[in-house]
C-alpha cells in the first residue's frame, strides 16, 4: 500500500497551471496517474495527440473539459469520465471560465511511439513534433518547446505554472 497527499507532489511543467505526476509517488507500475487544475484557457496535454498502445481516461472532478476528437469536440462535466483507446487522436482543453480539475489514467504505463500534431507555422499544416526541455538563462525560466519534425520551426513553449495569454 503507498499512501500520498497530492498538494505535496511537485508542480510538472506542462499546458496546464497545475500538473502533478502521481505514477513514481504511488509506485505504480502498470498505471500512468496524473492530477491536473487547468485554468480557463489551459489544455492536458502540448499537441493533439496518439498514444500507440496506451488507453487514456480522464475523469473530470469540477468544471467541464472539452476534448478535440477524430469526431468533433465532446465535453466532460463534473462526474464524468472519457475514455480514449490506444491509436486515437484527442487533445482536452478548458475552453470554460471555471477551472477544470480531473485525474488522467493511462494503461499500460508505457505508451509507446506518441504522434504529437501541431499547426506549423512554416508548413502552413499540421505536422508531428518532438517536445525538448530547455534550461532557463539569466532571465529565462526553465521551458518545454515543440519543434516541427518536417522543418524545424518551434511551434509552441511553455513553462511552469499559469501563463499568461492563450496556451499555444
Known sequence: MKKIRID???????PAAVMRQ???PLEATDLAINYYELEPGDSFSFAYHRHEVQEELFYVQ???ATFETEDGDVDVGAGEIIRFPP???????NRGEEPVVALALGAPLEYGHQVK???????ET???STLERRAG??????S??????????VTGRWTKGPMPGDVP
Open 62 to 64: 469540477a468544471g467541464t
Open 137 to 142: 538563462g539569466d532571465a529565462d525560466e526553465d
Open 8 to 14: 505535496d507532489v511537485e508542480n510538472s511543467l506542462q
Open 87 to 93: 491509436g486515437e487522436f484527442q487533445r482536452g482543453w
Open 22 to 24: 502521481l505514477t513514481e
Open 144 to 153: 518545454i518547446v515543440a519543434v516541427c519534425v518536417d522543418c524545424g520551426t
Open 117 to 123: 500534431l501541431r499547426d506549423c507555422p512554416s508548413c
Open 126 to 128: 499540421q505536422t508531428d
